[in-house]
C-alpha cells in the first residue's frame, strides 16, 4: 500500500479550507477594512518619543473632531470600546454616585455591569430590547431627583445588539427641561460615522467610541470626548484608577505624544480612515449609511420578515436585526449562509440568541456589497426553509436604482 507523504497530507487538509473569493464579513463589527488602511497599518514602526511623532498624533486629534463634531478635548486609549466605557467613569464618577442608565440592549446591559463593578449606584431603567431609551421616562425620574443624587445619565446611542438608536437630542431636552446637572454620557461605538451625531450641539458631557465599526479600523483604540463640564467634574472624582487619568493624557496630547507607549501602527491606520472619510465627506458618509440601511429594511419587509426596532424614528444606520419566525433557529441559518456562501453575519445575543440575525451595513460598505449580502440571506432562507416571500433582493436592488 503506498504511503501518503506529510506533504501531502497537509496540503489535502489545506485545500479543504480553502474558500474562492473574499469573505463576507457582514457582522456589525468589526467591519471591513479599505485596503489603503490595511497598507497604512503596515508601516514600519516609529519612535514615538521621535521629533515627528507629533504630527501625526496632532493630526489625527484635529481630523477627529469634525467626526465627532465637537471642539472639545478626545482622548485615545489602547482599548477595545469596553475599556471606553470604564475610562470614562472613572474619570467623571466617584464610588457610590448614583447613574441613570438604560435597558436598551445587550451592550448597554455590559456598560450597567461595569458601572456597578466600579462601585457605582446604578438606577436602571429595564427596556424591552426593541426601543430606544425613553425621554419621558427620564425627565420623569430627573424631575423626582430633587436633591440631584444623579450624577450621570448612560445612554448606548445604537445598540449594537438590536439594531435600535435612541434619539439622543430628545433626552438632551429631557435632561434640560428639568435643568437638572447630570452628565450626559453617550456610547457611540456602532453608530460614529455611520449615523448624525453632534457630541457639542446635543449637549453631550461624555462620548464614547471605539476604532473598529465606522472609523473602519481593526478592535483595539477607544476614544472618549469630553465637554468642559465633564472635564471640571473629572478633577473631584474619588476612582482609583491609573492608566485612564485623562490629565496625564491631556498634557502629554498638547505636545503630541502619549504618557505610554500608543497602538503606533493602529494610529496609521486610523489617519488614513479619517483622510478616507474626510475624502468623501462626513455628510456624505452618513447619507450613504442611511441609503443603505434603508434598502436593508426594503428587502426585510419584502421577504416578509420582522425588524427587531419596532419604531421607525429609531432604525438604525449601521445595521439591522431580523427576527426568525417562532419555531426557526436564526443561528442554524447563520450557520447555513456561512457554509454555502462564505458570508458571516451577527448572531443574537443575550436574550436574542437563536431568535435574531444581524445584518451589518457599516463602515466600508457600498451597494454591490450590500446587494451580495443581501442575496446571501436571501438563498440562505430558502437552504434553510424558513418561511420567507421571494424578492426582498429585487425590491432593494430597484430602491438603490434610483436613490
Not at 114 to 120: K, T, Y
Not at 184 to 193: E, G, I, K, P, R
Not at 245 to 270: C, I, K, V
Request: proline residues 5%; aromatic residues 8%; negative net charge.
Amino acid at each position: 500500500m503506498e504511503k501518503k507523504s506529510p506533504t501531502s497530507e497537509f496540503r489535502n487538509k489545506m485545500t479543504v479550507n480553502y474558500r474562492p473569493g473574499r469573505h463576507f464579513l457582514q457582522i456589525p463589527g468589526p467591519t471591513n477594512i479599505p485596503e489603503g488602511v490595511i497598507r497604512a497599518m503596515a508601516q514600519p514602526v516609529v519612535d514615538h518619543r521621535g521629533p515627528t511623532f507629533p504630527d501625526l498624533t496632532k493630526g489625527i486629534l484635529e481630523k477627529l473632531k469634525p467626526v465627532f463634531n465637537t471642539n472639545s478635548q478626545i482622548f485615545i486609549y489602547p482599548s477595545s470600546g469596553t475599556g471606553g466605557w470604564e475610562c470614562a467613569l472613572l474619570n467623571v464618577l466617584s464610588p457610590g454616585d448614583k447613574v441613570l442608565a438604560f435597558e436598551t440592549g445587550h451592550f448597554a446591559t455590559l456598560w450597567k455591569k461595569i458601572a456597578e463593578q466600579l462601585d457605582l449606584n446604578v438606577l436602571w431603567m429595564p427596556g424591552d430590547w426593541r426601543h430606544g431609551a425613553d425621554p419621558s421616562l427620564l425627565e420623569e425620574n430627573l424631575r423626582e431627583d430633587s436633591e440631584h443624587e444623579i450624577k450621570a445619565v448612560l445612554v448606548v446611542h445604537n445598540e449594537t445588539s438590536t439594531g435600535v438608536t435612541s434619539r439622543i437630542p430628545k433626552l438632551r431636552e429631557a435632561i434640560d427641561t428639568v435643568k437638572h446637572p447630570a452628565l450626559f454620557m453617550v456610547d457611540t461605538v456602532s453608530s460614529l460615522a455611520c449615523s448624525e451625531f453632534r457630541h457639542d450641539d446635543w449637549g453631550v458631557d461624555v462620548t464614547v467610541s471605539a476604532s473598529q465599526k465606522g472609523l473602519m479600523l481593526p478592535p483595539g483604540l477607544s476614544f472618549n470626548a469630553a465637554s468642559e463640564k465633564a472635564l471640571e467634574r473629572s478633577k473631584n472624582s474619588k476612582s482609583k484608577h491609573s492608566y485612564w487619568h485623562w490629565d496625564a493624557m491631556m498634557e502629554d496630547n498638547a505636545r503630541g505624544y502619549f504618557p505610554y507607549t500608543p497602538a503606533t501602527n493602529l494610529l496609521y491606520g486610523l489617519d488614513e480612515a479619517l483622510n478616507l472619510l474626510h475624502a468623501e465627506g462626513m455628510d456624505n458618509v452618513i447619507a450613504r449609511h442611511a441609503r443603505l440601511s434603508e434598502a436593508t429594511r426594503i428587502a426585510v419587509a419584502g421577504w416578509g420578515l420582522e425588524n427587531l426596532c419596532m419604531n421607525p424614528e429609531e432604525y438604525s444606520n449601521s445595521l439591522t436585526a431580523v427576527m426568525v419566525p417562532e419555531g426557526y433557529d436564526a443561528d442554524a441559518l447563520r450557520k447555513i449562509i456561512l457554509e454555502r456562501f462564505n458570508m458571516s453575519l451577527g448572531t443574537g445575543l443575550g436574550k436574542l440568541k437563536g431568535v435574531v440575525f444581524r445584518i451589518g451595513h457599516l463602515g466600508d460598505f457600498n451597494e454591490l456589497m450590500l446587494a451580495g449580502t443581501l442575496s446571501g440571506v436571501e438563498m440562505g432562507l430558502s437552504l434553510a426553509n424558513i418561511p420567507h416571500k421571494k424578492g426582498g433582493v429585487t425590491a432593494a436592488m430597484e430602491f438603490l436604482a434610483v436613490q
